[in-house]
């Protein structure tokens, strides 16, 4: 499958249900390294539904969202149509469609693994004139629900073990990006309290999962309500995630 297309029909799941980055201990940690303020104009490439993008629009910056999924892209516009300084961008990581020198900090998410990465820095190197940004959630594997949820998805996951990265750091992608001392690191904890309507929608945003009327898909539903019923504490579950940011200056 195009990695592209990969959320087309999992885009309300995504909505709804993928965690959040800790905007606020980003944003400082940001302030106090780079001095970030809201003038810098940002590029959020692979920005999706929008998620890292809003964080950086409530804080007053002008963020251009770069995301070649048309469904994924129009639920952003329809999200974030409320902010004046959001521009939907029909564009990827290698060829954003945004003019030379236009922006002073490029963000990505958890698209960041479906870059070309030589192709991607060429391009950042070409719009950026400041930092990069790279901003991972990485689901935990502690308590007995993560680890049981964890075997689930190597279980009945697609694709799991090629497209379920756990971490971009493991790959060998960032000295592409970084030179070793050109790149700082900052990690803050993050959690997502969920009952099993969020579990089920956690899971179901994931684009290794299989769709409804596959074979398997009843089957997986059922082993999720056996785990969440044998580890949920007053109707919910914790799900822990450890973010890490991955910071340095654009070297183009």
Do not use: C
């Amino acid at each position: 499958m195009n990695s592209t297309q990969r959320f087309t029909d999992r885009v309300e799941d995504y909505v709804r249900y993928r965690p959040n980055y800790p905007s606020k201990e980003i944003i400082t940690h940001l302030q106090e390294k780079f001095g970030f303020n809201e003038s810098f104009v940002i590029a959020d490439i692979g920005s999706g539904t929008g998620i890292s993008t809003e964080m950086f629009l409530r804080n007053g910056n002008k963020v251009y969202g770069v995301e070649p999924n048309d469904a994924m892209r129009h639920k952003a516009e329809q999200l974030l149509k409320n902010y004046p300084g959001f521009t939907s961008v029909n564009g990827t990581a290698e060829h954003t469609q945004l003019p030379d020198k236009s922006v002073d900090m490029i963000v990505a998410g958890q698209a960041f693994h479906w870059f070309n990465p030589l192709l991607a820095k060429a391009e950042f190197e070409r719009i950026a004139t400041g930092y990069i940004v790279l901003i991972w959630n990485i689901r935990e594997v502690n308590t007995p629900f993560e680890k049981d949820y964890e075997v689930l998805l190597q279980d009945f996951g697609t694709d799991y073990q090629e497209v379920g990265h756990r971490d971009i750091a493991s790959d060998g992608t960032l000295p592409v990006f970084f030179a070793p001392a050109a790149m700082e690191k900052a990690e803050f904890e993050n959690n997502q309290l969920l009952d099993y309507e969020g579990v089920q929608g956690r899971l179901l945003s994931s684009s290794y999962i299989p769709k409804p009327g596959a074979a398997n898909y009843e089957p997986m539903l059922e082993r999720l309500r056996t785990i969440f019923d044998k580890h949920a504490e007053n109707g919910h579950i914790n799900f822990g995630y450890i973010t890490k940011v991955y910071m340095g200056k654009v070297s183009g």
